[in-house]
Nanobody, 124 residues
Framework: QVHMVESGGGLVQAGGSLRLSCAAS????????VGWFRQAPGKEREFVAA????????TYADSVKGRFAISRDNAKNTVYLQMGSLKPEDTAVYYCASYSGTTWRDVLRNFDDWGQGTQVTVSS
């Protein structure tokens, strides 16, 4: 696990776009998978997208498929989440987490060292 810091959130109108960044500090991210997760008010945290350490495999939640794209730049030790065609139901705090030797499902169930996240608010 690598300490991650999320940024890039904000207020945007429905149909708009945002790019979130997830920057690693203190250690190279290049050998870790990274997942994005989100938690809306009053709801449980849910999976959004994941990218493997090579960048060659990406997984998306059905709710964001075709609208969001995850990518990574290992030279910058950063993973991005490009969000498009945003909907009010995308409003949430977005978190990222690095992991190795496990799955995003296990991270969602068991990870307990979440960062502060970045707030995304989509107005209708």
């Amino acid at each position: 696990q690598v300490h991650m810091v999320e940024s890039g959130g904000g207020l945007v109108q429905a149909g708009g776009s945002l790019r979130l960044s997830c920057a690693a500090s203190g250690r190279s991210l290049s050998s870790y998978n990274v997942g994005w997760f989100r938690q809306a008010p009053g709801k449980e945290r849910e999976f959004v997208a994941a990218i493997d350490w090579t960048g060659g495999s990406r997984t998306y939640a059905d709710s964001v498929k075709g609208r969001f794209a995850i990518s990574r730049d290992n030279a910058k030790n950063t993973v991005y989440l490009q969000m498009g065609s945003l909907k009010p139901e995308d409003t949430a705090v977005y978190y990222c987490a690095s992991y190795s030797g496990t799955t995003w499902r296990d991270v969602l169930r068991n990870f307990d060292d979440w960062g502060q996240g970045t707030q995304v608010t989509v107005s209708s």
